[in-house]
């Protein structure tokens, strides 16, 4: 007997490495596991790993998630655990240094904030936020009718402090830490508990490049960031699943709403000094 036997749980971006453990810990727990991701081959993967249902959803389409949500309906039943998963950062949402100075205006190789692109800044905000709204207006349709219902975000470290380079990527994840908060407050009379993960540095097939040379060797950025972390080191995914298993299971907290954790490794407590 698992503890989430008979509930069905919806992860977006569920093709990745981090919501893709995910999946495969609330299917070893019991659930009844919709893996979805724009990448069908992604999901279809991580979804065949344990006998889970795979389904190709886009996120910022209307149409997509509600054609999604009757497949999951029809095949599974309806969601009880709906996990916000999907997200990224994009190089035009992007500069290319830390710092400005005023002969960056003079250089054409440089991104500065004066040359971020419109349309790839509201991508990443839209991916990260609205890709996190819409999936909730779709799913939580059905989660309203019943009890004891859960919905994870997934927010960052970014949230509790920006870092360097990536505006887009940074607000938009404070913007899903604060959506979490406001959706717990108007779900709360319904039965639905909505929390989030504020995951720390875990090595992704979407960082990789940038937190590892090709010889496997950190970069620079990765020492830096290690250098702010007090465990020396970069998370595993599955030290993430025991915060996931706490937030989902009512039995241990059915009187946690709208908190945002980090599992960081210590980064969010360290000032540096």
Not at 161 to 173: D, E, F, N, V
Request: glycine share 10%.
């Amino acid at each position: 007997m698992g503890i989430l036997d008979g509930k069905v749980a919806v992860v977006t971006g569920g093709g990745g490495i981090l919501c893709g453990a995910f999946a495969k810990e609330l299917a070893r727990n019991g659930a009844k596991v919709a893996v979805l991701d724009l990448n069908f081959d992604n999901a279809k993967k991580v979804a065949d790993s344990f006998g889970g249902l795979a389904v190709s959803a886009n996120v910022l389409d209307s149409a997509s998630l509600e054609d999604a949500r009757k497949i999951v309906n029809e095949k599974l039943g309806t969601c009880d655990i709906l996990i916000n998963g999907a997200g990224g950062n994009n190089p035009k949402g992007t500069t290319s240094k830390e710092y400005f100075d005023i002969e960056d205006l003079k250089n054409n190789d440089i991104t500065t904030f004066f040359d971020l692109d419109q349309k790839g800044v509201e991508f990443v905000f839209n991916l990260n936020f609205i890709g996190t709204l819409m999936p909730t207006q779709a799913f939580a349709k059905d989660m309203v009718t019943k009890k004891d219902s859960v919905i994870i975000n997934v927010s960052s470290m970014n949230a509790f402090c920006p870092l360097t380079k990536i505006p887009a990527y940074s607000g938009a994840k404070a913007a899903v830490s604060n959506f979490t908060q406001w959706l717990a407050v108007h779900f709360s009379r319904v039965g639905i508990r909505v929390n989030a993960i504020a995951p720390g540095f875990f090595v992704t097939d979407q960082n990789r490049a940038l937190l590892k040379n090709e010889d496997g060797s950190l970069t620079e950025r990765s020492e830096k960031i290690l250098s702010q972390t007090p465990m020396n080191r970069f998370g595993e995914a599955e030290e993430l699943l025991g915060t996931l298993m706490y937030l989902v299971d009512n039995n241990v907290s059915s009187f946690v709403n709208g908190v945002v954790i980090p599992v960081d490794g210590g980064f969010s407590a360290y000032s540096g000094v």
